[in-house]
């Protein structure tokens, strides 16, 4: 059975930095594609970031320069580095895992995720 678990959320101030986690457990980590998604208050869940296995990745627009995605195939781990974060970051941040192997964009769709960790809670604030 997959089980994704985050860790790492945070309060932080704007302009502060902050790295997310996401352990795998239960499938090959190495020959999935994994992506980072987030919900804000009032707001509909959007992709922030995805990563191939061969490692391609995509952004969202609002977080290109400021967020890198990594994975460390041999510890199993996903990683999402944040910087310079601003207060519109404020949201619960999702791990998410597919077998299949999507294009830039739709690396960043919910609907092509089938396995989901519970989220760990991000806010910017000062």
């Known amino acids: 059975q997959a089980v994704l678990m985050e860790s790492g959320g945070a309060l932080v101030q704007p302009g502060g930095s902050l790295t997310l986690s996401c352990r795998a457990h239960g499938f090959v980590f190495g020959t999935y594609t994994m992506a980072w998604f987030r919900q804000g208050p009032g707001t509909r869940r959007e992709g922030v970031a995805g990563i191939n296995p061969p490692g391609s990745t995509n952004y969202v627009e609002s977080v290109q320069g400021r967020f890198t995605i990594s994975r460390d195939d041999a510890s199993n781990t996903l990683n999402l580095q944040m910087d310079n974060l601003k207060p519109e970051d404020t949201g619960m941040y999702y791990c998410?895992?597919?077998?299949?192997?999507?294009?830039?964009?739709?690396?960043?769709?919910?609907?092509?995720?089938?396995?989901w960790g519970p989220g760990t809670l991000v806010i910017v604030s000062s």
């Open positions: 998410a895992a597919d077998s299949r192997q999507w294009g830039r964009v739709t690396l960043l769709s919910s609907e092509a995720y089938s396995t």
